[in-house]
């Protein structure tokens, strides 16, 4: 099985738990990230029966920073 997620400025966060085989793949911006996203979405996964203890979260890659111009403002 091959699962893809594009993504520019974005990152794809992916989901997974071996043991259930649930597999979870989101689109977020920064704002989302610096919000708290990737857990809100970890335990929206626990109420349909995922054990978070066995889940591997990763922030897949994206635009780097060489390549995205970020005012101080945000970085601020």
């Known amino acids: 099985m ?5 993504s520019a400025d974005c990152v794809p966060v992916s989901y997974y738990d071996p043991v259930s085989a649930w ?14 996203i990737a ?5 929206g996964l626990m109420k349909e ?5 066995r889940l591997f979260i990763t922030i897949d890659p994206s635009i780097g920073f060489a390549r995205y111009q970020v005012n101080q403002d945000i970085i601020d």
Do not use: F, Q
């Open 2 to 6: 091959l699962i893809t997620a594009y």
């Open 23 to 36: 597999i979870y793949i989101i689109h977020a911006g920064w704002r989302s990230i610096a919000r708290g």
């Open 39 to 43: 857990g809100e979405i970890a335990k």
């Open 49 to 53: 029966g995922v054990n978070i203890h």
